[in-house]
């Protein structure tokens, strides 16, 4: 079940119902911090300890619970489970098992983030935590280049300034949100491009907090998708092909050339879908 990010009020009336009063026990990452907020709400059940690393350890012990007809709950320090969290491991066994396995929704950083950052929601890839090291976090920001999606990455903080270079080297100057401390006392969205950002933060000597990084579309790749749509549009009501090409190359003021290569590219890839 999702645990506040921040704000402790940030926790549903049945996730509190269900600790209090329909679970067993609570597998947790750290149990000082689930305790704090079991405290807040005066909640006493026992804690066992599932993180990272015991996680393999951990999971016949919770499997054997539920067998035994005992509820468990399972929550990660912040958000909910399995998003870059624990849990993965335990759900899987408990369903290959044929133990019901209940999702409870709550609070979570990528979605909040992504709700606050005032770009496109319509599509979004997550990415989990970028590589902390430059070659892998390069290859990876190389792979979504070309990303017709808002995408959505978590960093650390002490790692932000270089990650944000290396964006701005490789993703040029698409739009980008920097959302820290969300929920907290010190929220804040940080907008712009990558490189601007980083001047923000260099400048106020502010890279600290837990940070989540939503990435916008490519221009180009987003200019691409509205020729594209308009084209669609205007066969769909029954203008020529050629005639829409002309119309929307007019339109964006691109040579003709340019999207007809455009529509035709998009033609001939074959998990592209032609509507009759």
């Known amino acids: 079940m999702a ?9 549903t009336l049945r996730a509190l119902r269900i600790l209090r009063e329909e679970v067993q026990s609570i597998a947790c990452e750290d149990t000082r911090q689930t305790q704090k907020l079991l405290e807040h709400y005066g909640i006493r ?7 990272e690393h015991n996680e393999m350890a951990r999971v016949p012990d919770i499997l054997d619970a539920l067998k035994c007809g005992e509820s468990v709950a399972l929550v990660s320090d912040a958000g909910t489970p399995l998003l870059s969290d624990p849990g993965y491991r335990i759900v899987t066994a408990a369903i290959a098992e044929g133990l019901q396995v209940i999702a409870l929704p709550g609070a979570s ?4 983030a992504l709700a606050g950052s005032g ?3 319509d599509e979004f890839c997550f990415l989990g935590f ?10 990876m920001l190389s792979r979504i280049a070309d990303h017709s999606a808002t995408v959505i990455a978590y960093e650390s903080p002490h790692r932000i300034l270089e990650t944000l270079a290396d964006m701005t080297e490789i993703l040029g100057d698409r739009p980008v949100v920097l959302a820290r401390e969300l929920t907290k006392l010190y929220e804040e969205f940080l907008r712009g491009t990558a490189a601007e950002i980083r001047a923000q933060l260099v400048q106020n000597q502010s890279a600290r907090g837990e940070m989540t990084l939503i990435i916008g579309k490519s221009k180009q790749k987003e200019a691409d998708l509205d020729a594209q749509a308009e084209i669609a549009r205007l066969q769909e009501e029954g203008v020529a092909r050629m005639d ?25 890839n074959p998990t592209h879908k032609r509507r009759d």
């Open 3 to 11: 645990t506040p990010i921040g704000n402790l009020e940030d926790i």
């Open 45 to 51: 059940k026992p804690l066992v300890s599932y993180h």
């Open 244 to 268: 829409a090409i002309k119309a929307v190359a007019k339109r964006m003021g691109l040579p003709k050339r340019e999207v007809y290569r455009l529509v035709e590219g998009q033609d001939s």
């Open 119 to 121: 770009l496109p929601t």
């Open 109 to 112: 950083a990528l979605l909040t």
């Open 130 to 139: 970028l590589p902390p090291k430059s070659a892998g976090r390069r290859k």
